[in-house]
Structures are given as C-alpha cells and as structure tokens.
C-alpha cells in the first residue's frame, strides 16, 4: 500500500516526535504553501489564465513588474495576513513592509518573500517560482518596523522556495535538514518526495550568466577560465555548464544534482554589489544549501552572517558544493 504523507502529516509529525515545538511556525508554512498552490494553478494556465506579460509600472527594484509579479503577491498577502501568526510582511514587489491586519502587533513572526521568481521566464514558458523567508518578531506585542526585519539570516526559523516546473514542488527547511514535497493535483496537497536532501562533496557543473564575463573581478575570471580549461587545465576535468536565469531553477537542480551558482558582484557601472537580493533571496536559499551540506558566500563572507542595513539590499552571490564555494573564496582571497 503506497501511503503518502502530506506536508500536514509531515509536519504534525515532526511536532509529535518533538523534532518541532513551534505549532504556530507549521500553521504559517501550511498558510505560505496553500498560496502557492493558487499560484502554481494560475502560473499553470498560462496565457488561459491572463497570467503573461507585463504592468505599466516599476517596482522598487526599478524592475517593470510582470502580472504575474503583481499577482502572486497579492495573494501571499491575502492568504498570510488574516492568520493573526505574521506581524509583517515583505516583499521584492513591495517598497515598504505590510503590517498584518489582524492583531499584528501580539504575533511572533515576520514573512519575506520573492513572490515570483524569475520573471523573464514567464512568457516563454521556463521554470519560475516562490521564495520565502520566516524571521522571528523581536519583540512581538509591538507593531514591527523595517528594522526589526533587518536580521541576519543565521535568524532564520524556515525557509524554501516552490519551484513551478514541469512539477510543483517545495524545497522546505525548519532548521532540520531539507525536504521535498511534490504537488499532488489529484490530492490537492503537497506530498513527501524527498527527505534529507544532501549535495555532494564536490561537482563538475557550474553556473553562471556567462554574457557577463568582462565585468567579472579576477577571483570569478579564474574559477571559470579554470572550468573551461577541463582535463588538460588545472581542475583535471571537464566541466559543464547550465543557466537558466531564475535562482530558483538553478539551485533546485544543484541541490538535487550538486553544482555552484555564481552570481558575483561585477564592474557594471555604478559599481553594483550584485543583482540578487539578500533578504528573500540569497538568504533563505543559503539556509537551504546549508542545510543541505552545502555553503554560500557573498566573496568573502558566509551570507547568512551578513548584518542587513536595507530591505532590499543586494549582494553578489556563491553558493552550491561546499569544495567549490571554498575554492571561490580563496581566489577572492589571493585576488
Ligand atoms: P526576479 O525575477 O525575482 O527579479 O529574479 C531574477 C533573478 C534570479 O532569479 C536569476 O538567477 C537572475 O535574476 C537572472 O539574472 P540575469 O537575467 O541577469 O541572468
Ligand atoms: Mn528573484
Ligand atoms: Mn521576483
């Protein structure tokens, strides 16, 4: 008999076993996934569902806002503010924080998300997804401030990302390793595929936006002219190379398959610190390559140390097999 174990099941069992004790952390995860089920079947109709193409308007990141942008965090913002758990949300597609209406002030947890990540695959129909972040309420019975979201990303109490892919499916941390769970549309839930997801020691496959390379600092010229060098270069082996453009689809398949996703800080003029952005996304997709045995770092630094000083703030980012990202890290030392 196949039993199937649901992320409910799943996580009343882990509180059972006693492996959680925070009841109101799973109701908050259950309410976060229920919206990205909405999500995945809007994302799943496509052009059925009005869900392409783009806003008339920016967003803080002086991003134009796709629909589905707009969409998907409208409705993590419905299904998480009325639970009276989240004190305060906030999101890529949002300048400020959104209070919770409902007695926000009493509750004990603050949301981040990407609500929709990787936009520039949503008109052609490439892997897209959600990635959120839960971070304790510093001093809950006080309306929160931005500040109070300014917490480095060891503070983390969840994280994951849904990936709307061929399959639909939830990379999940509480602080216990990483687990899989597959979008069963028949049941309506997320079902148990994976538990203890581990990445490899090491990795022959590397990624990276390539287009990039002349705005690339030594450390990062070095590690990819070494890669492309293969058997007969210093690394002594053939490498391979994949990019996707949205994080969520490059790391899913190098926490499934090993691998190291680069996207550095590079000379495009103003100087930018990198293009992802370390509150919703490097830092909960660093909680999960940890998790999962693996490593992330700004170039020198571990990025869940990082002390945010803006919401938005961007970092550039290495992160994957825990051989490669050390090997990064000292060329950006001897750079
Ligand atoms: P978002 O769509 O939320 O703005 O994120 C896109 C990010 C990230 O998902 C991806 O890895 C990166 O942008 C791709 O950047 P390039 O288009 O410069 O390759
Ligand atoms: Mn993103
Ligand atoms: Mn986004």
């Known amino acids: 008999m196949h039993t199937q174990t649901t ?10 076993a006693g492996n959680l004790n925070d009841p109101g952390l799973l109701a908050v995860i259950e309410d976060i996934t229920r919206a990205c089920k ?76 990407d609500p929709l990540d990787g936009s520039s695959n949503i008109e052609v129909n490439n892997s897209i997804g959600t990635i959120f972040s839960v971070l304790p309420h510093p001093e809950p019975g006080r309306v929160p401030t931005e500040q109070d979201f300014l917490q480095p990303g060891t503070n983390q109490l969840a994280a994951g990302y849904v990936i ?38 090491t990795t022959s496959e590397y990624a990276i936006n390539s287009s990039y390379q002349r705005f690339w600092e030594p450390a990062i010229q070095r590690y990819i002219e070494e890669c492309l060098q293969g058997e007969d270069g210093p690394r002594g082996r053939n490498f ?36 992802l952005r370390l509150m919703y996304e490097a830092n909960p997709m660093c909680l999960l390559f940890e998790q999962a045995g ?34 990064i890290v000292r060329y950006y030392k001897e750079q």
């Open 294 to 327: 693996g490593a992330g770092t700004n170039d020198t630094r571990r990025i869940l140390d990082i002390q945010p000083e803006k919401l938005h703030q961007r970092v550039g980012l290495i992160m994957g097999c825990k051989e490669e990202v050390e090997r």
């Open 164 to 201: 709307y892919g061929p399959a639909t499916i939830l990379m999940l941390t509480l602080g216990q390793g990483v687990h899989c769970f597959t979008l069963s549309r028949s049941v309506g839930e997320f079902v148990l595929t994976r538990e203890n997801i581990r990445l490899p020691e």
């Open 7 to 16: 992320l409910s099941q799943y996580l009343s069992e882990q509180q059972q």
């Open 38 to 113: 909405v999500i995945s079947e809007r994302v799943d109709r496509g052009a059925l569902g009005g869900v392409l193409g783009t806003t008339d308007n920016q967003n803080v990141q002086g991003e134009t806002q796709a629909k589905l942008d707009v969409l998907s965090n409208e409705i993590l913002l419905a299904m998480n503010e009325r639970s009276g758990l989240i004190a305060a949300m906030a999101s890529e597609e949002m300048e400020g924080i959104h209070p919770c209406n409902k007695d926000q002030h009493k509750a004990a947890y603050l949301l981040l998300f």
């Open 240 to 275: 391979n190379m994949r990019w996707v453009g949205a994080m969520v689809a490059d790391s899913h398949r190098i926490l499934w398959r090993g691998g190291v996703f680069l996207y550095p800080r590079d000379r495009r003029q103003p100087p930018k610190p990198g293009k």
